[in-house]
């Protein structure tokens, strides 16, 4: 199933997760969230996960963030390159990213937001 992400609660809750207002990207993915089926629900799940990762990392949790990261990976690693309209691979490589350099105390001031890249628009470019 191709999820919307150009219009409605996941395209605002991409917007959010883009302006690294975690929370409310969040909010928007869970009430679309609550009304899907398997596997859509997890992978949406993930996605809801990897956004409150940053939330609690905002929050100065680290160990939050990892033990999300952690769970979100679990639920996606194992998808296709794509699914549900976004770009997975590129996604959990770019999770994996952050996920080592938390869980090794490594500074992450210059790593990108994991991008959550709808597959049919190009990724933003990174600064």
């Given at each position: 199933m191709l999820?919307?992400?150009?219009?409605?609660?996941?395209?605002?809750?991409?917007?959010?997760?883009?302006?690294?207002?975690?929370f409310l990207?969040?909010?928007h993915w869970e009430s679309v969230w609550l009304e899907l089926h398997e596997p859509e629900k997890s992978f949406l799940q993930a996605l809801i996960q990897i956004a409150v990762a940053f939330h609690h990392l905002q929050a100065g949790n680290s160990a939050g963030a990892v033990s999300l990261l952690r769970r979100a990976l679990r639920r996606i690693e194992l998808l296709p390159e794509s699914?549900?309209?976004i770009a997975v691979m590129h996604l959990c490589?770019?999770?994996?990213?952050w996920l080592r350099v938390l869980e090794s105390g490594g500074s992450y001031d210059s790593l990108a937001l994991p991008q959550i890249s709808p597959m049919d628009s190009t990724p933003t470019s990174r600064p």
């Open positions: 999820l919307d992400w150009k219009s409605g609660a996941l395209a605002e809750g991409l917007a959010c997760y883009r302006r690294a207002e975690f990207a969040h909010e699914f549900g309209g490589t770019e999770a994996r990213v």
